[in-house]
């Protein structure tokens, strides 16, 4: 009974001392938890973004029409490009979003600051996404299928060109009261240049429900849909650079934030800019829910502002110029990175035209 007795004891122990030791190794963007608030009103609820400290590039998945409570969402409809929308598929085609939606379960889905992962369970895909500064990158590991598919929709006074072999570049019309004061004045458009890993063997494009093999389009619902063999496991990669300037900052931009194609490399990257970011406060003591709550709340703060400098200069959507910063960074509350996710997110904006509820 006393042997008994003292093993308990020494496993308890362990036990304690293994917790506490983990409790050292974590480091503070391991307490984060971005979908701590994300129950509630979609528009209102907290969004698991993926993105830098203030950066503009900010990601999360474009979750089902019409659900008012976002953790009910049972389905991706694609990933922000800048003004565009991406999304994977096997098989299936089609000219609208809904036709490249597929089912998901919060059960299998990782959100990170730095990082995030989902089954897109329809085409058996696994969906990954990570962010630097002004440029998103995706990896998508596809099963064996005679017609995998990378999607490209864009709405809103849209504009792309198939680039070559393996890159897309376009921009779209930028929406919000920061954006426009009123609707008489000049445009605001917010530009993208997408690079893929792989050539494509085949692609059609389309615009409203008429596809073909055009190398431009433009329009209120154009888009472009890659068409390759894949086997099992193998990985495709995209690279998204955005701007408020031009199609070839958002180049130079991608250029700048990822020039290789390293997934890993460049997760690693930005996951130590929020540990650097959020371990300039150290908070000792608590527990672990309270050092979850603090540290999430931080990752939040650190969201907003945006800033929306480029190179050294910005563009402004009051007197729609490109300014030199003249040596500062530039930021905007509220401003056109998160207006644009917000529209990308509107589900009218994506099902206007074709007929979704």
């Not at 530009?191 to 055009?214: I, K, L, M, V």
């Not at 958002?250 to 690693?268: H, T, V, Y």
């Amino acid at each position: 009974m006393k042997i008994a007795f003292r093993f308990v004891c020494l496993a308890i122990m362990g036990g304690c001392a293994l917790a506490a030791l983990q409790a050292q190794q974590k480091e503070p963007v391991d307490y984060v938890s971005p979908n701590i608030g994300g129950i509630g009103q979609l528009l209102t609820a907290t969004i698991p973004y993926v993105q830098r400290p203030h950066g503009m590039a900010r990601l999360a998945p474009v979750v089902t029409p019409g659900i008012t409570d976002r953790y009910l969402a049972d389905k991706i409809y694609g990933f922000p490009a800048g003004p565009a929308l991406l999304m994977a598929s096997v098989d299936k085609t089609g000219t609208a979003p809904e036709a490249y939606a597929s089912a998901f379960d919060h059960d299998f889905e990782t959100a990170t600051p730095y990082y995030y992962e989902a089954d897109l369970q329809t085409w058996g895909i696994r969906a990954e996404f990570t962010a630097a500064k002004q440029t998103a990158y995706y990896r998508f590991t596809f099963p064996a299928s005679a017609h995998g598919h990378l999607v490209l929709s864009l709405r809103n006074h849209a504009e792309f060109s198939v680039v070559g072999n393996n890159a897309i570049a376009g921009s779209a019309r930028a929406d919000g009261t920061v954006i426009h004061l009123d609707d008489s004045g000049p445009e605001t458009r917010q530009y993208f240049y997408a690079e893929f890993s792989r050539p494509f063997q085949s692609w059609q494009t389309w615009r409203d429900n008429e596809a073909g093999q055009a190398q431009k389009q433009s329009g209120d619902a154009v888009g472009f849909a890659s068409d390759s063999a894949t086997t099992a496991g193998e990985i495709i990669e995209v690279k998204v650079g955005i701007s408020y300037i031009s199609t070839e900052q958002a180049r130079c931009n991608l250029q700048r934030d990822i020039p290789g194609w390293s997934f890993e490399q460049a997760k690693a990257e930005t996951r130590k800019v929020w540990n650097d970011a959020l371990g300039a406060i150290q908070a000792d003591g608590g527990t672990e829910r309270q050092r979850t709550i603090f540290y999430t709340a931080l990752y939040r703060s650190l969201g907003r502002m945006t800033d929306i400098t480029e190179d050294g200069k910005y563009f402004s959507g009051y007197d729609h110029k490109v300014h030199d910063a003249a040596g500062h960074d530039f930021y905007v509350d509220d401003g056109y990175g998160i207006r644009i996710a917000r529209c990308i997110r509107c589900r009218c904006c994506w099902t206007r035209g074709n007929r979704t509820t």
